[in-house]
């Protein structure tokens, strides 16, 4: 049977009879459950007799208030909105992570290593010179080849004014090459070197008429009157140029061409060259008319050629 504690009070120690009680203190009785106390039968439990001493009673007070207030909290839900943020994060967590793990092997994978590489674009030079000089980067994956690497590469070949690459996975690399395009010969001892528009040697040969450019003159090979001349070779379309044997300045404000056939062309200076470039090739379209033979034709001002 359970047992119970009566609290009684009793005057402190030392105290007489008929003499005013000193503070009292709270103590307990045990009694069986359904058993009278001693003091008149009630039912088994706590009872104060008498106030509790000041301090102690209030003590209890605020712990049975404690108590109260604690079990009365309420466990309140998570918010939604901050549950659905804690899952979105969590969840972009993890495609990051399996995105940066794809990539990785991606970019290591020797999966993608180089075992092709295709040419394009290349005329003055020949396709396996190129793959040859791109030879370091076979066995490379394919995610780790960028433009400035090829471009490296590929510097000692001055024929080459730029390149791209297009990666095909899984093995082969595309590699476009643009090409440096001769517009003039100059000539250097017994040779004629093929020159573009920075005059960068593309290459040489004995016989000029084997080559369909102009020739640049001795005088004109000087840096600005070169410079010049090769500014307005590159300026003519390619069947123009074919027909031109030579080119010469005395100054930049003065360049002149000469035609195959013997015609001169007083071209002037370089501004508007595109302009020009266009003039002349209508007029050297345009039907001959025997009566009026042509010897010269003047594009030095565009918006008016003169032919005479």
Known sequence: MASTRKPTFKPGSGSKPGAEAGPGVISAERTLEGQPSPEGGRPAGFSATKAAAPGVAEAVAKENTAKENTAKVLAFPEPKGRKRKRIALTTAAVIIALVAGFLAAAVYSPMLAVRTITVDGAKLLKADAIRKALAPVEGTPLPQIDDAEITRLLKPLVQVRSVSTEARPP??????????????????????????????????????????????????????????????????????????????????????LRLIDGKTVVWGNAEEKELKARVLEALLKAPADPRVPVNVYDVSAPRHPLTK
């Open 171 to 256: 093995s082969t690399l595309v590699v476009h090459v643009v090409e440096r395009v001769p517009v003039a010969l100059l000539k250097k001892d017994s040779d004629y070197l093929l020159v573009d528009v920075d005059g960068v040697q593309l290459g040489s040969t004995k016989d000029p008429a084997s080559v369909p450019l102009p020739l640049i003159e001795g005088s004109a090979a000087r840096a600005e009157l070169f410079k010049a001349i090769t500014a307005v070779l590159a300026t003519l379309p390619a069947d123009v140029l074919a027909k031109m044997a030579s080119a010469s300045a005395k100054s930049p404000d003065a360049v002149e």
